[in-house]
C-alpha cells in the first residue's frame, strides 16, 4: 500500500532546486506517494506570514530554499508552533560553505537564477542541439562540443537535450544499417565522438513499444530480433574502427549515460591539452 503524504515545497525563487532535490530525495522511498505543492517567489516576510492559512489546509512536511532570515523566521516559527516537519534545503550548505570559505553570504533571493553569461550560454547549448538532432545541419559538426552516435532507441535525443542543460553544444547521428556515416564526420579533426549502443533484447523492446504507439502493426526488420543482432554488431565494428569510446546505454538512466559522457570529455580534454603542451 502506498503512503500518501503532503508535501510543501517553499522557495524565494522559481523553486526549481527545490523540486530536483525533493524528486532525487523521494526516490528513495518508492512506498510513499507525495503530494507536492509548490510555493515559490515568496519574498518578504509579509508574504510569507499570508502563506501559512494555505499550509494548514494541508497539513505535511515543509521543505524549503529561503536565504532571507526574515521570512525564514517566519515559517519556522509557524511549523514549531503547529508541529509541522519541516526541512531546510540550503541553510546548513551554506552556512558551512562560509564557514570553510571564512565569508558571509549576501542571503539573495534567486541569486542562481541571475542571467549572466553562463545562463545564455546554455541557452546557446540548446539550440545549437535542437537544430542538430538526428544527423540534421552536418556542416556545424565543427562547432560541436560532443558528438554522439548509435542505432535508434539508444536515448540519444534525450541525452543531448540533457548534456546541452549544462551548456554543451551536442549533435548526434544515427547509425543506419547498411548505410555509411556522413562524410562531414570523416571532415573533422579533434572532435569527442561518443558511440552509443544497447542490448538486443532491450532494442526490440523499445522499438514494440514505439510501434505499438504509433499503432503500426506491420511486422519489419525494425523488430526483427536476427535483424537487429546484425544492427547492433554493425555499430559496434563501426565505433570499434574509429576509436570513439562507447557506453551500453542498456541499464543507464539518461542522467548515468550523460554522466559518463562527461567522464570521458574530461579524460578526452586532458590527453588533448597534454598533447598541446
Request: hydrophobic letters at 40%; glycine letters at 4%; one cysteine or more.
Amino acid at each position: 500500500m502506498m503512503r500518501k503524504i503532503h508535501l510543501h515545497l517553499v522557495s524565494d525563487a522559481t523553486g526549481d532546486t527545490l523540486e530536483q532535490v525533493a524528486k532525487a530525495a523521494l526516490a528513495q522511498f518508492p512506498e510513499i506517494k507525495a503530494v507536492k505543492h509548490y510555493w515559490p517567489m515568496i519574498r518578504t516576510a509579509h508574504h510569507m506570514e499570508r502563506l501559512i492559512p494555505e499550509l494548514s489546509e494541508r497539513k505535511g512536511i515543509v521543505m524549503f530554499t529561503l536565504v532571507n532570515q526574515d521570512i525564514e523566521d517566519v515559517l519556522i516559527k509557524a511549523c514549531d508552533e503547529n508541529n509541522w516537519p519541516y526541512i531546510s534545503v540550503l541553510h546548513s550548505i551554506i552556512r558551512e560553505l562560509g564557514r570553510h570559505l571564512g565569508e558571509k553570504s549576501i542571503a539573495r533571493p534567486g541569486r542562481q537564477h541571475v542571467m549572466n553569461d553562463e545562463y545564455f550560454e546554455r541557452i546557446d547549448a540548446m539550440q545549437y542541439t535542437l537544430m542538430h538532432d538526428d544527423g540534421q545541419h552536418l556542416e556545424g559538426l565543427k562547432d560541436a562540443d560532443i558528438i554522439l552516435v548509435g542505432v535508434s532507441r539508444t536515448s540519444k535525443t534525450p541525452t543531448c537535450v540533457y548534456l546541452a542543460n549544462k551548456g554543451m553544444k551536442v549533435a548526434n547521428i544515427p547509425i543506419v544499417p547498411h548505410q555509411d556515416l556522413p562524410k562531414e564526420l570523416d571532415d573533422i579533426k579533434d572532435k569527442f565522438v561518443v558511440g552509443l549502443i544497447n542490448s538486443v533484447d532491450r532494442l526490440m523492446q523499445i522499438r514494440k513499444n514505439r510501434l505499438l504507439a504509433l499503432k503500426e502493426s506491420k511486422e519489419t526488420t525494425y523488430v526483427d530480433i536476427e535483424a537487429i543482432k546484425k544492427e547492433v554488431q554493425q555499430a559496434q565494428r563501426l565505433i570499434s574502427s574509429r576509436g570513439w569510446p562507447v557506453i551500453n546505454v542498456t541499464r543507464r538512466s539518461i542522467e548515468e549515460t550523460a554522466g559518463a559522457i562527461m567522464k570521458l570529455k574530461q579524460d578526452f580534454d586532458e590527453k588533448k591539452n597534454k598533447k598541446i603542451s
